[in-house]
């Protein structure tokens, strides 16, 4: 199992920038990916960087404005939200696939806790 805390969440503006933090540790993995669950919505896919060789894959709505990194001394990754819109709030999950390099949820298998993200106009 691979341990996740999120980090990093809270109230922004609109237009204005936030970076989440997710800290791994546990088993080894394949993929680490961000999440985001609005009210009554489904889990969607934001973003994910494979963890070999820091691949990146983006959900369309989030191209340009997120960028998903690393910082291998801390285990950690981040993901960097600018130009954040009134359509970005969620509470955003990081996960880990264990074999797989997808935006599809069902290849994750371990979950943090989430983070709230809310955006004021």
């Known amino acids: 199992q691979v341990q996740l805390v999120e980090s990093g969440g809270g109230s922004v503006q609109a237009g204005g920038s936030l970076r989440l933090s997710c800290a791994a540790s546990g088993r080894t993995f394949s993929t680490l990916g961000w999440f985001r669950q609005a009210p009554g919505k489904e889990r969607d896919f934001v973003a994910a960087?494979?963890?070999?060789?820091?691949?990146?894959l983006y959900e369309d709505s989030v191209k340009g404005r997120f960028t998903i990194a690393r910082d291998n001394a801390k285990n950690t990754v981040y993901l960097q939200m600018n130009s954040v819109k009134p359509e970005d709030p969620a509470v955003y999950y990081c996960?880990?696939?264990?074999?797989?390099?997808?935006?599809?949820?069902?290849?994750?298998?371990?979950w943090g806790q989430g983070t709230q993200v809310t955006v004021s106009s």
């Open positions: 996960a880990t696939s264990r074999f797989y390099y997808s935006a599809s949820r069902s290849f994750y298998d371990s």
């Open positions: 960087l494979k963890w070999t060789d820091s691949s990146t």
